[in-house]
């Protein structure tokens, strides 16, 4: 049973995001790029997209994000999937944009979980950035959210007022739609140093 866990907490924090699957599955070489330099450019712009939709989803349920976003100097956005089976743990993929100069950082990122549960649930998760040293931050060290990051303005669904904390605001959306301040604790974020 213990090899059991070990083994379904491995596959889901290696597990990248459903949407990243299809990505890179038929890539073709293109003039000048290899294999793995094509299937990387499929990747990317996989990630491009969902971080592009989950913006405008956002922004069309608040008004607040819509504000924060205006007002923030960077973004990132990540899909992520979580699963659980007694310990929960997921992982997925992301991209930070610094809105001043366009630059992509592309990352990753891990969770893991005490609880009891069974099933699995994809979701994204959206930071805004307040000041170009939050976001530099964020991308050169990485960041790893304690228990400060949870919130429990979750169940106030897209009506919920966010705020920057610390220069960072940050929004989840589930099936159940927008949170503002979502629970990202015990998550993990850094660098994807083969798509950068």
């Given amino acids: 049973m213990k090899t059991l866990t070990v083994t379904v907490l491995t596959l889901a924090l290696l ?71 007694g310990i929960s743990g997921g992982g997925g993929r992301g991209v930070a944009v610094d809105k001043a100069t366009g630059a992509r950082t592309y990352m990753k990122m891990g969770t893991v979980g005490v609880g009891f549960g069974l099933g699995g649930q994809s979701y994204q998760v959206v930071f805004l950035f307040e000041t170009k040293d939050a976001l530099t931050s964020f991308i050169e060290k990485g960041w790893q959210a304690d228990a400060q990051a949870t919130a ?39 660098k994807n140093e083969k798509l950068d």
Avoid: C, H
């Avoid at 597990?15 to 070489?29: M, Q, R, S, T, V």
């Fill in 15 to 85: 597990a990248p995001a459903p949407a990243l699957l299809a990505a890179g599955k038929d890539a073709k070489e293109t003039p000048g790029k290899t294999k793995q330099e094509a299937k990387a450019d499929e990747k990317r712009k996989a990630i491009d997209d969902i971080a592009a939709k989950t913006l405008d989803r956002m922004t069309t349920a608040s008004g607040i994000a819509k504000s924060e976003l205006d007002k923030a100097v960077g973004y990132a956005v990540f899909d992520n999937t979580k699963v659980a089976i």
């Fill in 152 to 190: 429990a303005a979750g169940t106030e669904g897209a009506n919920a007022e966010s705020t920057f904390k610390n220069g960072v605001a940050v929004y989840q959306f589930t099936e159940a739609g927008l949170m503002a301040n979502a629970d990202i604790s015990g998550t993990k974020y850094w």
